[in-house]
């Protein structure tokens, strides 16, 4: 069984819908994302970034030659120039820098840039799982707010055919109080308000999620439902992918790199207790009828012996730093472990929640469709239908909360794996 499609092919099982500008399932949204978020591809460049960083370590191992002019701006007029005097500006000597031993300085800042290379690919992964989790969030909150926004219409109508019933049987001068008349125009008024408040605020997440999907504010999106049905429990294995966060996780990779970097930082500081030899080779370009060579080659070594400790000391906090990150890392994969650990309890939790949601959910709607009918009959009062509508307000909110908990569990524990 292939890892790492737990999620993807749940969501793909819902159903095939069109991949268009304005029609979305959440499989598609976090398509949409992989390729378009901002963050992710900043997170791409920063990888560009540190491979670059190891293109200039390694060539800081390489020799290295330069170009000098020296010329002088004023001249001494007392000394007489002769015809072979060279005039104006140009290269007078070329130097080769050649780097024999460093006492493995070169190199282990050459080995820092490639975990920091590395570092950036896995932060990538890491982005894109932070990234994707908020558009879960933010997806079934666009979706519970167009449902209470659908609600709101539902109950306007409802009221507004028992406004015109009312008023049709007072001005016919049946028995019906002003004050129920008023009531209802005033329930009305009150729930033209939540209407407004819910659209405003589908508008503002709905925005929320564009910026996520790198998307401009204007854009204009339909989200299709989710179904929980189509996570699939038996995908799921905490012993057997406990194996595979460890060893290829993203976040179990991170914990192990930082570690291997506070150990190349290490090694950088014990080089400097070595001495470092290298080459300087000079070839003068601009002839000088002096004693010197036109040639040179020179061997130059330095060794450090006496900083009144500072070297030690810095080896020393390099070993107390290395220390540090191998306890959070050894803390942190243990972590890790526990979290899938969590997650997939959430999962086992959340699905049965969800399923017992959607029995009271169902229920609710069916409450409200013999209600509404009762009270447009006047057969309910006012406030017995308002209680049914803030009851099936509140179940419709908490089926989409815990479908929200439930991808994001999935969603969390798959990441792990990754």
């Not at 997170?43 to 191992?61: A, C, I, W, Y």
């Not at 799921?236 to 570690?259: T, W």
């Amino acid at each position: 069984m292939k890892r790492n499609k737990i999620l993807t092919a749940a969501f793909l099982a819902v159903s095939l819908v069109s991949f268009s500008e304005d029609k979305m399932d959440l499989n598609a949204v976090l398509q949409e994302i992989e390729k378009n978020n901002p963050e992710i591809r900043i997170q791409n460049l920063e990888t560009k970034v540190t491979d670059l960083g190891v293109k200039k370590s390694l060539k800081s191992m390489l020799p290295q030659i330069t170009l000098s002019v020296n010329e002088e701006l004023v001249e001494d007029s007392s000394t007489e120039k002769n015809e072979w005097d060279i005039d104006g500006v140009g290269p007078q000597k070329i130097k080769a820098y050649i780097p024999l031993y460093t006492g493995g300085r070169l190199t282990g800042y050459y080995n820092k840039a490639k975990l920091s290379h590395e570092i950036a690919t896995k932060d990538v992964s890491l982005v894109r799982h932070e990234i994707e989790e908020k558009a879960i969030e933010t997806y079934f909150q666009v979706l519970n707010l167009r449902k209470q926004k659908e609600i709101a219409e539902m109950v306007l109508d409802t009221l507004n055919k028992q406004r015109d019933r009312l008023e049709k049987l007072f001005n016919n001068g049946m028995l019906v109080p002003k004050s129920e008349v008023l009531k209802v125009k005033s329930d009305i008024i009150s729930n033209e308000a939540v209407k407004m408040r819910r659209v405003e605020e589908q508008r503002s997440a709905e925005e929320e999620l564009f910026l996520l999907l790198g998307r401009s504010l204007d854009s204009e999106i339909e989200l299709e439902e989710f179904s929980p049905d189509a996570i699939d429990l038996s995908l799921f294995d905490p012993d057997r992918d406990l194996g595979i966060a460890m060893e290829g996780g993203s976040y179990a990779a991170k914990e192990n790199l930082v570690a291997e970097e506070s150990e190349a930082d290490l090694k950088i500081a014990k080089a400097a207790l070595l001495p470092t030899i290298y080459l300087n080779s000079e070839y003068r370009i601009d002839k000088d009828d002096d004693e010197y060579s036109d040639y040179q080659v020179t061997a130059v070594a330095s060794w450090k012996i006496f900083g009144w400790g500072s070297t030690w000391d810095d080896v020393r906090q390099k070993e107390a730093q290395l220390e540090q990150a191998e306890i959070l890392r050894d803390r942190n994969l243990e972590e890790i472990k526990l979290n899938i650990r969590n997650k997939y309890r959430d999962i086992k939790t959340l699905y049965a929640e969800v399923d017992s949601q959607k029995t009271k959910l169902d229920l609710e709607k069916e409450n409200m469709r013999i209600d509404n009918l009762r009270y447009v009959n006047g057969m309910v009062s006012s406030l017995d239908y308002l209680d049914s509508v803030n009851r099936l307000k509140s179940a419709e909110e908490e089926y989409y909360s815990l479908q929200r908990e439930l991808v994001l569990a999935v969603r969390e524990y798959e990441n792990l794996l990754k």
